[in-house]
């Protein structure tokens, strides 16, 4: 089984119980990450989120390890993934969803309500060393209306948490980059 590393995980994170997957969470710093593996990265949104930047307190440097990560991204293969809409896309030069291609990095919108997220929570994922056609996604129909309320019932670890099958699904793709 190849080995998989997550950058930027949540310390109760899902990843920590999944075979063959290296978790970097605020007690590993992932800056000391060797880039010998394919990744998921999950950096930190806050800085660059299309709703909710202005509000952001990060630490000092914070919002550079986005940009980090997409290096890595380039350089080591697998998935990258944020908030729909984030700033971090231009500023790292991923391309959007339907955007085409640009060095060898494509994205694609999914919702995590796909994988059984309890939102429908519009993701995007950037992925280098991936043939698009590699890339199946649980389509599902989901109910309209909005998950604002829900959202607002939500503790901020509930909103960030990865839900075990789309982490499933992230290593997966990641760990068949070429």
């Not at 999944?18 to 990265?41: H, K, Q, Y």
């Not at 030069?93 to 919702?111: F, H, M, N, T």
């Not at 929570?121 to 389509?139: H, N, V, Y």
């Not at 109910?143 to 789309?166: I, L, P, V, Y």
Request: charged share 20%; net charge neutral.
């Amino acid at each position: 089984m190849r080995l998989v590393s997550v950058l930027f995980a949540a310390t109760n994170s899902v990843y920590h119980s999944m075979d063959g997957v290296d978790v970097f969470d605020s007690n590993r710093d992932a800056l000391t990450f060797d880039g010998s593996t394919p990744i998921v990265a999950h950096p930190p949104c806050r800085s660059w989120s299309a709703f909710t930047a202005h509000q952001a307190k990060p630490p000092p440097g914070e919002k550079e390890l986005g940009i980090w990560a997409a290096e890595q991204l380039r350089e080591c293969g697998g998935v990258l993934e944020h908030p729909a809409h984030s700033r971090l896309f231009d500023a790292a030069r991923i391309p959007k969803p339907g955007e085409g291609e640009i060095d060898g990095v494509w994205s694609l919108q999914v919702w995590q309500a796909w994988w059984g997220y309890s939102m429908k929570k519009a993701t995007w994922l950037a992925f280098c060393g991936i043939d698009p056609d590699q890339i199946e996604t649980p389509f599902r129909l989901h109910a309209r209306g909005s998950d604002r309320a829900r959202f607002q019932r939500m503790s901020k670890n509930q909103r960030a948490a990865t839900c075990e099958e789309f982490a499933k699904w992230l290593i997966a793709a990641s760990r068949n980059s070429a």
